[in-house]
C-alpha cells in the first residue's frame, strides 16, 4: 500500500520559515518524480515545486521562485520543501505527490498536475 504521508506545516508569522516533509512507503520514490502541490481556500490546486525523478532538475511555480527549495533524499525515501520569506498568499493546504519518472518531468508534473499518489496533506498559516 502506497502511503505518502507529510508533515512540518504549521502556523507562521509573514517573512518566516517552515520545512515540510513528505515521507513515503510502499513506494520507493527513486522511480518517481515528487511534487508539492497547494490548495487555497476557494482556489484550484497549484503546483508549487516539482523535482524529476530522472535527472535531478527542478521546477518552481513564478509564485514561489526564490523562496521554496525543493530537496530529495532517496536514502530516507523522503521530499522536503523548505519555504522561507513565507507571505499570508502561501497560506493553504500543501500535500506531496508522487508521478512515475518515466511517464511525468517535474515541470509537466507541476504544470499539468500528474499525479499516480498523493498524500493527505499539511495546512500551512500564514499570518501578517
Known amino acids: 500500500q502506497v502511503q505518502l504521508k507529510e508533515s512540518g506545516g504549521g502556523l507562521v508569522q509573514a517573512g518566516g520559515s517552515l520545512r515540510l516533509s513528505c515521507a513515503a512507503s510502499?513506494?520507493?520514490?527513486?522511480?518517481?518524480?515528487i511534487g508539492w502541490f497547494r490548495q487555497a481556500p476557494g482556489k484550484g490546486d497549484e503546483g508549487v515545486s516539482c523535482i524529476d525523478g530522472s535527472d535531478g532538475s527542478t521546477y518552481y511555480a513564478g509564485s514561489v521562485k526564490g523562496r521554496f527549495t525543493i530537496s530529495r533524499d532517496n536514502a530516507k525515501n523522503t521530499v522536503y520543501l523548505h519555504m522561507n520569506s513565507l507571505k499570508p498568499e502561501d497560506t493553504a493546504v500543501y500535500y506531496c505527490a508522487a508521478k512515475h519518472r518515466l511517464i511525468a518531468t517535474g515541470q509537466a508534473m507541476c504544470r499539468m498536475g500528474y499525479v499516480d499518489y498523493r498524500g493527505q496533506g499539511t495546512q500551512v498559516t500564514v499570518s501578517s
Open positions: 510502499g513506494v520507493t520514490l527513486d522511480y518517481y518524480t
